[in-house]
């Protein structure tokens, strides 16, 4: 049973170093290859969306 969790605790600092890796990649992606350099407020634009009719 002890080896069961830690398995599953490896697994899940496996997990998180993956999604971290490839979140940090997709950012870059999307500042070096689209040239997005803005930084999205999305409670801002909901706002603005919201508040235009």
């Known amino acids: 049973m002890t080896g069961l969790l830690i398995g599953v ?18 950012r870059r992606g999307d500042s070096e290859e689209l040239g997005s350099t803005i930084e999205w407020d999305v409670d801002a634009l909901d706002h603005e969306v919201h508040h235009e009719n």
């Open 9 to 26: 605790a490896v697994w899940m600092v496996f997990a998180t170093v993956v999604a971290t890796v490839l979140g940090r990649v997709a």
